[in-house]
């Protein structure tokens, strides 16, 4: 199985915005719930948002309203539009099939460092 490629992170002030994209397998994006993670240094990484085959979204309460996850199914891509970034969601983030994850069987790309100035 390939790994996912993200990119798109970057160092930005607090208020400002980026967007994320995460390139992937087939194998991966069909018809899988895919999500993005996140992690810092000495935490677990963490599921902040989730975008199911159909567009259906969830999101963890600290970026909602904040973070938009979307997929493009044709081309195997996913994103996540950050606005109004906080020096809070500053870390490594990830994007992999959900249900992988919690099997226990999903292979990690290096990820994408989003840092945020106060």
């Known amino acids: 199985q390939v790994q996912p490629v993200e990119s798109g992170g970057g160092l930005v002030q607090a208020g400002g915005s980026l967007r994320l994209s995460c390139a992937a397998s087939g194998t991966i994006f069909s018809n899988n719930v895919l999500g993005w993670y996140r992690q810092t240094p000495g935490k677990q990484r963490e599921l902040v948002a989730s975008?199911?085959?159909?567009?259906?979204?969830n999101y963890v309460d600290s970026v909602k309203g904040r973070f938009a996850i979307s997929r493009n199914n044709a081309q195997n891509t996913l994103y996540l539009q950050m606005n109004s970034l906080r020096p809070e969601d500053t870390a490594v983030y990830y994007c992999?099939?959900?249900?992988?994850?919690?099997?226990?069987?999903?292979?990690w790309g290096q990820g994408t460092q989003v840092t945020v100035s106060s």
């Open positions: 992999n099939a959900v249900l992988a994850v919690r099997r226990g069987d999903a292979y």
């Open positions: 975008i199911a085959y159909s567009g259906t979204t």
